[in-house]
């Protein structure tokens, strides 16, 4: 992997990756939380390290987008909402995920998602 080829993206998810996943250590926690946002918060950073090896898999933009989710989702469905900590690192971290992800989408796949009906406008 040389340095130059490693998108910004790539480097935000790792970060983002690697911050929540260590957050518990700082923020107050249960095991569900604990463990969510460990297990998820690496999935992240694996999944920018994944895009540095092998940035035309578009498949792993993919991941990390549906990881955003499953993050932000995170409080509600593993029951720490009430913890304002954890929650609101899985509710920021998860939002950032899904961001990065939506950047790091080559041009093509941003402009042709749900192609007859898609998102964006066909020219």
Do not use: C
Not at 48 to 73: C, D, K, R, Y
Not at 82 to 93: D, L, Q, Y
């Amino acid at each position: 992997m040389k340095a130059e080829m490693a998108r910004w993206q790539d480097w935000a998810a790792v970060v983002i990756g690697v911050v929540v996943a260590l957050s518990p250590i700082w923020v107050s926690t249960n095991s569900a939380a604990r463990w969510s946002m460990i297990v998820l918060g690496v999935l992240v950073a694996v999944a920018g390290l994944a895009n540095m090896m092998s940035p035309a898999t578009e498949m792993v933009v993919w991941a990390m987008g549906v990881l955003g989710v499953l993050m932000f989702i995170a409080p509600w469905v593993t029951g720490y909402s009430s913890m304002m900590g954890a929650s609101w690192t899985s509710w920021v971290g998860g939002a950032l995920t899904l961001l990065t992800a939506m950047a790091a989408l080559p041009e093509g796949s941003r402009m042709h998602i749900g192609h007859g009906g898609g998102l964006a406008a066909h020219h």
